[in-house]
């Protein structure tokens, strides 16, 4: 475990000594995300999904995490707003605590940890679960905060992203239909390409250095999104009688660090962006201590 983790951590590094060093720049990073999240990622997606039996535990893994980010993104709120009085701020604490890195980085972890046989629940997690209660519940609220609406069509725009599309279509591809031997190699060649990218666009994205102002909310929402969710998955799995190994994915999906997005979500919706990106970066960072620990824990 200890040493799979170092592997995808490096990567981090690399791509953060790269940006450290004026190697790329800001518009660099945006342009492979861009192709990362667009291209490479779907393929990923498609080929964890097209040759899997449909599964009830998928259906449970997506009711679990809706149930539990709900109440977290509840919980958050009514209880962070009486002592967080600037609504940038809320925002953005609400979304770092609820929002996690289950894409860019849980993947990454996800196959660097257990190869392609994680990768179902990973995505089913990510997608069904975090990516579409994200894109509505959460982003609404955030929307209500900072005194924005958002239409139906944006809602719709923000859940038909290309991987959302390439994991409906996993699931719904014929049984009966044999993707020939090159169209295999060749997605999984654009797929491959993925996790090693991932790991260097998350390195790229981590430069902005931590303010002492913002220990305190980095604190909290480490301690919710790091230790509390995670462990609050692991509970409510169990009594699900939810199967060990994917019971193991979704509470590793559940403890990564908050999402690289939420700088973005910040500067969509006039948020407190540098707040965010110290939460993402503090937040990551920490990560690769907790996370070892937990996946330890749950060995």
């Known amino acids: 475990m200890t040493g799979t983790l170092f592997e995808a951590f490096l990567l981090i590094g690399i791509g953060f000594v790269a940006r450290l060093f004026g190697l790329v720049e800001e518009k660099d990073n945006r342009i492979i995300s861009r192709l990362v999240f667009n291209v490479t990622l779907p393929f990923l997606v498609f080929l964890a999904m097209f040759d899997q039996q449909p599964s009830y535990v998928y259906v449970k893994i997506t009711m679990v995490t809706w149930v539990l980010l709900g109440v977290f993104t509840a919980a958050t709120y009514y209880l962070s707003k009486r002592f967080i009085k600037d609504p940038k701020k809320l925002g953005v604490f609400i979304l770092t605590s609820v ?11 996800i196959q660097s940890l ?25 982003l609404v609220l955030i929307a209500y905060l900072a005194n924005k609406s958002i239409g139906f069509k944006g809602l719709l725009s923000g859940v038909l992203t290309p991987p959302f599309i390439a994991l409906l279509a996993g699931l719904l591809f014929p049984a009966s239909i044999h993707l020939p031997e090159y169209a295999i190699k060749a997605f999984s060649l654009l797929g491959g390409a993925t996790t090693p990218m991932m790991m260097i666009v998350v390195g790229m994205s981590l430069a902005s250095p931590v303010k ?4 305190p909310l980095l604190g909290m929402t480490s ?22 190994f994917p019971m193991k994915i979704a509470v590793v999906q559940s403890a990564m660090p908050a999402m690289m997005t939420s700088v973005i979500f910040a500067q969509i919706y ?3 962006e540098s707040l965010a990106a110290q939460i993402v970066f503090g937040s990551t960072c920490i990560s690769f201590f907790s996370l070892p620990l937990i996946w330890t824990l749950l060995k």
């Open 212 to 215: 002492i102002s913002s220990l």
């Open 270 to 272: 006039d948020l407190d």
């Open 223 to 244: 301690v919710i999104k790091l230790a509390l969710l995670p462990a609050a998955m692991y509970l409510l799995t169990l009594a699900l009688h939810i199967p060990a």
């Open 114 to 138: 257990t190869g392609n046989k994680g990768m179902p629940v990973a995505v089913v997690y990510d997608q069904f679960g975090n990516g579409l209660f994200i894109y509505t519940v959460l």
């Open 99 to 109: 929002g996690g890195n289950t894409a860019f980085l849980g993947y990454a972890v």
